[in-house]
């Protein structure tokens, strides 16, 4: 590489599971080697961006990176009930002259650009880079088993009769060095074969082979088999290679959220170590008001102590906090009035709800925590990971019921998995599991496996690590 460092042009689709890991991918190119070799812009989207919830873990990066967003487009024209996915992709599609643009001009100036790294949703920005003969890698903030089940689409749209949905495929899907998966752990949009979100998630899988590699936000010792297989294709020129470079986990100072002084922070200080569950659904997760009622009660009932983290229920969509929460709902309203009448006072001491977000970095990395209720969202199972603490898999929407399989599986063994009954993990289920992931023999096994994936994380990026290496194989 010559004097002039290579500026690196990163785009995170909306949403704080996109751009708070992009903003660490970002952090790391810039400090890459003797810290000179490269430089970055940060690229997002204005549209139902959640700004408040990254814009410190932003206003934290060094000044190599700089950030740039673009500007909104209309989307009023999208049906009401229109999936999560179907408006990130309308998003992404319509801001694409605007990427261009800003590429072209980037083009244009000094800097230069030496490498377009989109995340999954940018897979149609691939084509506009690649038209500009910029290389292109996609960044997943997902896993390499999702990554491989996304690729597997447009072959198993192919094969699959068209009036069979996916999650009536008699058979589960196996895919060389993945856990065996049914078709209803697959991804929520293509559960649908008549919902245009469907048509998109395909089409991602085709257009990723556009990539001329994957930059993913995993670790070896956390899928190991999978990744080798996964690249034991690429060698024979299948799929582009996968770089396992992760975990990227905010540290406890890199921001993100209202992190620091915040109160729940110090109710956790009077705790006893290892007592506390933590609740948390990511940014997007949301509860039927029927399952919000069974979880307090179970939570209640279990007598264990607890932090969860609130959101507006909804019966409709599991995946309604993503636009920001509390739409629909009467101004000045809060979550916690949503709570089972009483069920705040009657624990108070035992349990805190907070509304809305939390610092969770920082919570997953108190002493107080001994257990994670969560969704399964992949940077929630990094964070979990980083952090040593066993979860509870309540996987809600997107890959994580995929995710779910993988972290139960005898092989991870990080999170227990509670029963549902009609789509209701009901009362008594809760607080028999909870109380078993902090009390119970399952629950220190799993505490155990966290504890050595801990160890397995922070040795990733040590020097020699085998993330560091693929990393630096990328770079
Ligand atoms: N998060 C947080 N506080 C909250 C909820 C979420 O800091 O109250 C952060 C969490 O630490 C994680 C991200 O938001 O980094 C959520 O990403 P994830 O992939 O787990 O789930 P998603 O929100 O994309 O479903």
């Given at each position: 590489?010559?004097?002039?460092?290579?500026?690196v042009?990163l785009l995170?689709?909306?949403?704080?599971?996109h751009?708070?890991p992009m903003?660490e991918l970002?952090?790391r190119v810039?400090?890459h080697?003797?810290?000179?070799?490269?430089?970055?812009?940060?690229?997002?989207?204005?549209?139902?961006?959640?700004?408040?919830?990254?814009?410190?873990?932003?206003?934290?990066?060094?000044?190599?990176?700089?950030?740039?967003?673009?500007?909104?487009?209309?989307?009023?024209?999208?049906?009401?009930?229109?999936?999560?996915?179907?408006?990130?992709?309308?998003?992404?599609?319509?801001?694409?002259?605007?990427?261009?643009?800003?590429?072209?001009?980037?083009?244009?100036?000094?800097?230069?650009?030496?490498a377009f790294v989109p995340d999954l949703f940018g897979a149609?920005?691939l084509?506009?880079s690649?038209?500009?003969?910029?290389p292109g890698y996609v960044f997943c903030t997902t896993n390499v088993m999702a990554l491989h089940t996304l690729i597997y689409l447009p072959h198993?749209?192919?094969?699959?009769?068209?009036?069979?949905?996916?999650?009536?495929?008699?058979?589960?899907i196996r895919l060389p060095g993945c856990e065996?998966l049914?078709?209803?752990?697959?991804v929520?949009?293509?559960?649908?074969?008549?919902?245009?979100?469907?048509?998109?998630m395909?089409?991602v899988g085709r257009r990723y082979l556009l990539a001329d590699g994957f930059i993913v936000n995993t670790f070896d010792a956390m899928e190991h088999a999978t990744i080798s297989a996964f690249n034991a294709l690429s060698d024979k020129g299948v799929y582009p290679p996968a770089y396992a470079v992760g975990p990227f986990?905010?540290?406890?100072?890199?921001?993100?959220?209202?992190?620091?002084?915040?109160?729940?922070?110090?109710?956790?200080?009077?705790?006893?170590?290892?007592?506390?569950?933590?609740?948390?659904?990511?940014?997007?997760?949301?509860?039927?008001?029927?399952?919000?009622?069974?979880?307090?009660?179970?939570?209640?009932?279990?007598?264990?102590?607890?932090?969860?983290?609130?959101?507006?229920?909804?019966?409709?969509?599991?995946?309604?906090?993503?636009?920001?929460?509390?739409?629909?709902?009467?101004?000045?309203?809060?979550?916690?009035?949503?709570?089972?009448?009483?069920?705040?006072?009657?624990?108070?001491?035992?349990?805190?709800?907070?509304?809305?977000?939390?610092?969770?970095?920082?919570?997953?990395?108190?002493?107080?925590?001994?257990?994670?209720?969560?969704?399964?969202?992949w940077n929630?199972t990094l964070?979990?990971v980083?952090?040593?603490?066993?979860?509870?898999?309540?996987?809600?929407?997107?890959e994580?019921?995929m995710n779910?399989?993988m972290?139960?599986?005898?092989r991870v063994?990080?999170?227990?998995?509670?029963?549902?009954?009609?789509?209701?993990?009901?009362?008594?289920?809760?607080?028999?599991?909870?109380?078993?992931?902090?009390?119970?023999?399952?629950?220190?096994?799993?505490?155990?496996?966290?504890?050595?994936?801990?160890?397995a994380a922070?040795?990733a990026w040590?020097?020699?690590g085998p993330s560091r290496e693929a990393f630096q194989a990328v770079a």
């Amino acid at each position: 590489m010559g004097t002039e460092a290579a500026h690196v042009v990163l785009l995170a689709s909306p949403g704080a599971g996109h751009v708070l890991p992009m903003a660490e991918l970002a952090r790391r190119v810039v400090a890459h080697g003797s810290g000179a070799e490269f430089t970055a812009t940060l690229v997002s989207y204005t549209n139902f961006s959640s700004a408040v919830h990254y814009s410190s873990a932003l206003a934290s990066l060094p000044p190599s990176v700089s950030t740039a967003v673009l500007p909104e487009v209309p989307l009023d024209d999208l049906p009401a009930d229109a999936r999560v996915e179907t408006r990130i992709f309308t998003v992404v599609d319509r801001a694409l002259p605007h990427l261009r643009d800003l590429l072209r001009s980037l083009l244009a100036s000094p800097a230069g650009v030496a490498a377009f790294v989109p995340d999954l949703f940018g897979a149609w920005s691939l084509e506009v880079s690649g038209k500009l003969g910029i290389p292109g890698y996609v960044f997943c903030t997902t896993n390499v088993m999702a990554l491989h089940t996304l690729i597997y689409l447009p072959h198993l749209d192919k094969t699959t009769a068209c009036d069979c949905e996916f999650r009536d495929l008699p058979e589960p899907i196996r895919l060389p060095g993945c856990e065996p998966l049914r078709g209803a752990d697959l991804v929520d949009p293509v559960q649908d074969r008549t919902n245009p979100a469907y048509h998109f998630m395909v089409e991602v899988g085709r257009r990723y082979l556009l990539a001329d590699g994957f930059i993913v936000n995993t670790f070896d010792a956390m899928e190991h088999a999978t990744i080798s297989a996964f690249n034991a294709l690429s060698d024979k020129g299948v799929y582009p290679p996968a770089y396992a470079v992760g975990p990227f986990v905010r540290t406890c100072s890199s921001g993100g959220g209202d992190a620091g002084e915040h109160s729940c922070l110090r109710w956790l200080d009077e705790q006893p170590d290892r007592s506390v569950l933590y609740v948390c659904f990511g940014s997007g997760g949301t509860l039927s008001t029927e399952q919000m009622a069974e979880l307090a009660a179970g939570l209640e009932a279990s007598g264990q102590r607890f932090l969860w983290v609130v959101r507006f229920p909804s019966d409709k969509d599991r995946s309604a906090s993503f636009f920001g929460g509390g739409h629909g709902h009467g101004h000045g309203d809060s979550p916690l009035d949503y709570l089972p009448e009483g069920f705040v006072e009657r624990t108070r001491g035992i349990g805190l709800a907070v509304a809305e977000w939390t610092p969770q970095v920082e919570i997953l990395n108190h002493r107080a925590v001994g257990g994670f209720v969560s969704h399964c969202g992949w940077n929630s199972t990094l964070e979990a990971v980083a952090a040593g603490v066993p979860m509870l898999a309540w996987p809600l929407y997107a890959e994580q019921r995929m995710n779910a399989v993988m972290l139960s599986s005898e092989r991870v063994g990080l999170a227990l998995r509670p029963r549902e009954e009609d789509g209701v993990v009901p009362r008594e289920e809760v607080a028999a599991a909870v109380t078993e992931l902090i009390a119970g023999e399952k629950g220190a096994a799993a505490r155990e496996k966290a504890r050595e994936l801990r160890e397995a994380a922070a040795k990733a990026w040590a020097p020699d690590g085998p993330s560091r290496e693929a990393f630096q194989a990328v770079a």
